[in-house]
């Protein structure tokens, strides 16, 4: 669902709070610099007049000391504007990165199953990178803007209040009408064009992952024109949002010039019929001339705007989206003795995969499961580890709940080896560590032996210190397989969950891990596999047809 530009600025504003002094500073600062620059074209024409002998409030000295302190004291204020601003928007920048990251982990992993990753980093890279304008170039300006023009409206309203209210209509124009007239434009371009950049991301991380794939199907042409397509899409969306900008420009400018015209034409008009002085008709003319900074600023922050609000929306939603699974933690901590499940039903959506399944998993046992694939074993070991949430029946952990444990004291209590090892872009050594905060090498040798990987780390020249390319992509699927389970090992949960750990291996290896998990104390293994040889060490084996494990 979209949200409006204000919903959005609201939400975005909303995260200032603990910074909400320093925006104060630079708001402050901002108006007194621009009053400084605004002055120094006010002060220069004073001097004029004095020159030409009208009347002034201050001498020609006084206005020269002016004019040099407020040129000098404009560029303190400035810096010092920048300054908070651009604290505000990094420290913000910092705190939204850890606020996204924390979501991220929330809606792990079931709501990311399946996700757009390419997406993904682009909105915690480029979207959020993006919302700097918003804090630092977007929200001080529209109150500066608000607080100076407001200060020379008076200013010009005490000379006359007609050519007051002609100062107020300009500002109101180019700063308020042209912007919102502009951004409500722009703004389906901006959120089309970070959606499409999103877009160019998964699509090239996926080229980039299944080169293999494409090069040996013949599919490089097609995927290179459905890259140029997206490329073709980002840059007319980029055409419009430029033209749109130019066009605004273009309407600023000429407004400022109409204005000034209007101004001129006023006060000499009340000059003629003698209402008004010949320094104050001027002076009101010059004055509204010089300060149109501050609502240019807005009119062109409009262009940014669609870029930034798309950003934001974006970043949001995925600050707002809930998870699937929320994480207990005022729940009971459980030391492990057995998993019973009672009727546990299961669909990841209408349909469903598990049905009405009674498993009983004695502690220190290992218990197999046999059945064809997709009849739900991964699903029902991504139950027990709670990634996901039944749909009904009972999952007793320890005879406690599984949904009244505390999701950390859950997973120390199990290990689970999934299908797929996912390996980290790091050494051997440091992938098999990940299974346990400050291993020592002895541990990490100790589980790699366990897990029939030790020979084999052996025989490379670096040994444990072996770097494995992104994926693992140097390793073979078996030896990927062993990693994964001597994380199992190496993590020394007392319940090990096993997806077909075996199933890559030759027979020799997977002798020495079946002889490792028999041999193991105080461990209750669940094992899932497709082979009767891995499972002829289990004590009992629940054999699994699709919706049905008996
Ligand atoms: N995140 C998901 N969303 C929707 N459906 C899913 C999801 N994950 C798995 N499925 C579906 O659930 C069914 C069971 O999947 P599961 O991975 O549990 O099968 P499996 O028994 O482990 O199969 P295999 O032996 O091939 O590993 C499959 O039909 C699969 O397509
Ligand atoms: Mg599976």
Known sequence: ?????????????????????????????????????????????????????????????????????????????????????????????????????????????????????????????????????????????????????????????????????????????????????????????????????????????????????????????????????????????????????????????????????????????????????????????????????????LSNLSNNLAHTLASGERVLSLLEESPMVEEKTDGKNIPFHGVECKNLTFGYREEEILQNLFIDIPCGKIIGIHGKSGCGKSTLLKLLMRFWDKTSGSIKFSDTEIEEINTASLRSNESYCTQETYLFHDTIGNNIGLAKADSTEEEIIAAAKKASLHNFVETLPKGYQTPIGELGDTLSGGEKQRIGLARAFLSGAPFMLLDEPTSNLDSLNEGIILKSLNEAENVTILLVSHRKSTLGIASKVYSAERGRLS
């Open 1 to 297: 669902m979209r949200r409006s530009g204000i919903k959005i600025m609201a939400g975005l504003i909303g995260l200032i709070k603990p910074l909400f002094h320093f925006m104060l500073m630079a708001i402050i600062l901002g108006v007194l610099g621009f009053l400084c620059s605004i002055s120094l074209t006010i002060l220069g024409t004073s001097a004029v007049l004095k020159l030409l002998a009208f009347p002034a409030y201050f001498s020609l000295k006084a206005i020269f000391t002016m004019l040099i302190l407020f040129a000098v004291l404009r560029g303190f204020l400035r810096y010092g504007e920048q300054r908070c601003n651009h604290y505000i928007a990094f420290k913000l920048l910092a705190i939204i990165r850890d606020k996204v990251f924390a979501s991220l982990r929330r809606l792990c992993p079931a709501k990311l199953e399946g996700r757009d990753k390419g997406n993904l980093i682009s909105i915690i890279t480029e979207d959020i990178e993006l919302l700097e304008v918003f804090y630092a170039h977007t929200i001080s300006p529209i109150v500066i803007a608000i607080i100076t023009s407001l200060i020379f409206v008076f200013f010009i309203g005490n000379f006359s209040f007609s050519l007051g209210l002609i100062a107020a209509v300009s500002y109101i124009f180019i700063g308020g009408i042209i912007p919102l007239f502009n951004g409500k434009k722009i703004k389906t371009y901006g959120m089309d064009y970070r959606n499409n950049i999103g877009k160019m991301n998964s699509v090239f991380l996926e080229s980039l992952r299944g080169l293999g794939e494409l090069i040996q199907f013949g599919q490089t042409k097609n995927r290179l024109d459905e890259i140029n397509k997206l490329t073709e899409n980002i840059s007319a969306k980029e055409k419009k949002l430029k033209e749109a900008e130019s066009l605004t420009k273009a309407i600023t400018d000429f407004s400022i010039l109409g204005f000034t015209a209007i101004m001129l034409l006023a006060a000499m008009t009340q000059f003629s019929w003698g209402v008004l002085s010949f320094e104050k008709a001027l002076l009101a003319t010059v004055t509204l001339m010089s300060s149109f900074g501050p609502v240019v600023a």
